[in-house]
């Protein structure tokens, strides 16, 4: 279930959080909107009346009522801040009928992301889709973009949750937008704060750098798990610069279940065959897996990334498994090890006192042309849950969940296992530059589906 957030209520404009600067400002370099499907049963209820009604519960979503201002000359941080009902935030597409249709559209839309400057959500309604899976009757899909900015995966699925449930929504709290001069007076403070923060970013570094020694000393003694190897860059390992697609396998979550192991596990060992015989190699290959992590101060994004072997080189499926159970959870363990969390502790405090315009230059400094000499993870899985399937469009209940993790310039193709309720879906996103047929791909990966569900009997 997506972590609660305490003082989701919050009014009036606020200081974006680092990591979630960072965010906003490395959009520009590598597009990474957030796409949450959610596909419904054709309820009885009118689609336009529809449309009136999540506007209106939009504001009484504290992410999806906001947007971000930047600051004057970068002397501070961007800030959140109110933002008025956004009629144009929803957009009907009446021209999908069939699935593929649908798929493709939804892959063509990748390409146009929110300007979070003016709203950091937009929400896609694809209606009378004939041959979804999960069901004999058209269906409505529906396709949350928020910016990753104002959410991680956690948090956007509690976003959807509130926007397509039943529940009722806090009342949005009175808007105190800030005038010109409380503006100009906010700069004002930070830039004459800016000899203290260079002074605390300085005392912090050096808190940082004992805390990072302290868990290089845990790990070269065994105390903790050690940090995963780098790969090798493979021929999935190159930027997306041809056709994006995506691709969905939807399945009962009884499919994906051992009593060894987890689903994601298990998809990712089913994962690991179908990338062996797609690459027809049996390298070192690892997974780029996304970890929760514990919410910090104001952070909306609390997430890290871990490389997880996923280890090829061994043919009994149900051996490999269990390695790659082992692998992921000593990523876990390092990561929620009470010395990883104090050096993040210390170095987001040193990262809070980084001026603005120092930070934001040092994200301009990144080239996504470049290639990596080796990589985390030569492929992406991101595992959420969504919780209950109890949600609703039109008066139509949820049949199924899908997540497509974003392409980055050293990876051209990812997975997301993303369960509602009963049922787990697998989204696929590739790029025709790694992955020129993605069918093929998608065939690959069902029947390595069926061979780890074969060797758990």
């Known amino acids: 279930m997506p972590r609660a957030r305490s003082d989701s209520n919050r009014p009036g404009s606020m200081r974006m959080h680092p990591a979630d600067a960072r965010a906003y400002w490395m959009a520009s370099k590598i597009p990474s909107d957030q796409f949450l499907l959610y596909c419904f049963d054709a309820g009885p209820d009118d689609l336009d009346a529809e449309v009136v009604r999540l506007l209106e519960r939009s504001t009484g979503i504290e992410v999806l009522r906001t ?7 970068g002397l501070d941080y961007p800030r959140w801040t109110a933002a008025d009902p956004c009629t144009e935030a ?10 593929a249709e649908c798929l493709h559209a939804i892959s063509s839309s990748f390409d146009r992301q929110v300007d979070p400057r003016l709203s ?17 009757q058209p269906a409505l899909v529906a396709v949350l973009q928020l910016s990753h900015a104002a959410a991680d995966g956690a948090l956007a699925a509690q976003t959807a949750r509130d926007l397509f ?10 808007s105190d937008r800030r005038s010109t001069a409380a503006e100009v007076t906010s700069t004002m403070v930070a830039a004459l704060a800016l000899p203290l923060r260079v002074a605390l970013m300085v005392r912090g570094g050096l808190r940082a750098r004992r805390d990072a020694l302290r868990l290089e000393h845990a790990t070269a003694s ?5 940090r995963p190897n780098s790969r090798a860059l493979t021929a999935l390992d190159v930027p997306p610069t041809g056709r994006t697609s995506i691709r969905t396998i939807v399945l009962p979550k009884a499919a994906l279940q051992s009593s060894d192991t987890t ?17 027809d190699d049996s390298s070192d290959l690892a997974a780029e897996v996304t970890l929760a992590r514990e919410v910090r101060g104001d952070a909306r994004n609390n997430f890290g990334n871990v490389g997880v072997g996923l280890f090829t080189a061994e043919p009994n499926i149900r051996t490999r498994m269990q390695l790659i159970s082992k692998d ?20 987001d405090e040193v990262e809070a006192h980084v001026p603005a315009f120092l930070a934001e230059w040092g994200v301009a400094q990144f080239d996504p042309a470049a290639t990596p000499p080796t990589v985390t993870g030569n492929t992406v899985v991101s595992s959420v849950s969504r919780g209950a399937a109890d949600l609703t469009l039109c008066g139509g209940s949820v049949r199924f969940t899908a997540g497509f993790p974003a392409l980055s310039p ?11 309720g009963n049922t787990v879906t697998i989204g696929i996103t590739s790029n025709s530059a790694a992955v020129p047929d993605p069918d093929s791909y998608e065939a690959l990966l069902r029947n390595a589906l069926d061979q780890v569900r074969t060797s758990s009997i």
């Open 120 to 136: 950091v959500w937009h929400l896609h309604l694809y209606p009378n889709i004939i041959d979804a899976p999960g069901g004999t």
């Open 328 to 347: 992921l959870a000593a990523r876990r363990a390092r990561a929620n090890h009470p010395l990883s969390d104090a050096a993040r502790v210390s170095q």
């Open 410 to 420: 050293a990876m051209s193709l990812t997975h997301g296992v993303h369960g509602i």
């Open 222 to 226: 065994g105390e903790i798990p050690s």
């Open 67 to 73: 947007h971000i201002a930047d600051a004057t000359a």
């Open 165 to 174: 449930g039943t529940h009722r929504l806090p009342p949005a709290p009175r």
């Open 263 to 279: 689903i994601t596990v298990f998809v990712m060992t089913a994962i690991s065959i179908a990338l062996q015989r797609f690459l």
């Open 90 to 99: 929803i957009t009907v597409h009446r021209k999908s009928n069939t699935w």
